[in-house]
């Protein structure tokens, strides 16, 4: 069955910032485009919230970030990473999304999330159980829980088209006779699910290039 995507329906936007930024990393090396995000989930629907939450790092510049989503109309939260004896680190949004999540589900018709973590499984499951609202997910595919995929009602795979969400993104150009064959920043392997690691932190420097980017400094 179709999912029905009309323009008078009320659709809110949540954003799990760190798990798009690591999938953009692990399977292609680069960044992800948040305005593409938005544009292809919402499409001509009514936007009535867009949220991303961030982990600030330790040095502490995500202005330019920050003022980026602003720009594209998304409104950012933050929560500052936590830095344990010994050198461990931990922070994660995945309380406070579901929270929000849950407390705006009356006033729409349609909650979007962009993430791919299967921890959201049961608040999917909720939204929709409790809240009879229409639940999609936009992510990248290889990196994404299958039971998210199954449970909500649209699934956006950026993999499908990652010169759209992704920023400097080289598409396989099948090589000329006589010319070797040329290596791309895209996995090989197309059918190889690869893991991207769930709620670690960004622990360096943002660097915004470009509106919609989210950039940190690849870590060491």
């Known amino acids: 069955m179709a999912v029905i995507k009309h323009s008078d329906q009320r659709v809110a936007v949540f954003i799990d910032t760190q798990n798009l930024y690591h999938s953009a990393k692990n399977l292609y090396n680069t960044k992800v485009n948040f305005g593409a995000v938005m544009t292809e989930s919402v499409g001509k629907r009514k936007l009535i919230r867009a949220l991303a939450y961030v982990i600030t790092t330790e040095a502490g510049d995500e202005t330019n970030f920050f003022e980026a989503l602003t720009k594209l109309g998304i409104e950012t939260k933050t929560k500052d990473l936590k830095i344990f004896y010994g050198g461990a680190k931990k922070a994660d949004w995945d309380v406070g999304l579901a929270v929000d999540a849950i407390r705006l589900a009356p006033k729409v018709d349609t909650i979007i999330l962009a993430t791919g973590d299967g921890d959201f499984v049961p608040l999917v499951?909720?939204?929709?159980?409790?809240?009879?609202?229409?639940?999609?997910?936009?992510?990248?595919?290889?990196?994404?829980?299958?039971?998210?995929?199954?449970?909500?009602?649209?699934?956006?795979?950026?993999?499908?088209?990652?010169?759209?969400?992704?920023?400097?993104?080289?598409?396989?150009?099948?090589?000329?006779?006589?010319?070797?064959?040329?290596?791309?920043?895209?996995?090989?392997?197309?059918?190889?699910?690869?893991?991207?690691?769930?709620?670690?932190?960004?622990?360096?420097?943002?660097?915004?290039?470009?509106?919609?980017?989210?950039?940190?400094?690849?870590?060491?």
């Open 125 to 220: 499951t909720f939204l929709k159980e409790h809240h009879g609202i229409q639940v999609e997910v936009i992510s990248f595919g290889r990196s994404s829980s299958g039971e998210l995929k199954e449970a909500c009602e649209d699934f956006i795979d950026m993999c499908d088209h990652p010169e759209k969400f992704l920023i400097g993104y080289r598409a396989h150009r099948a090589p000329k006779k006589g010319e070797a064959k040329q290596e791309t920043k895209r996995d090989n392997k197309p059918n190889t699910r690869i893991k991207v690691p769930q709620k670690k932190a960004a622990s360096k420097e943002f660097s915004d290039d470009a509106l919609g980017i989210f950039s940190p400094e690849d870590e060491k």
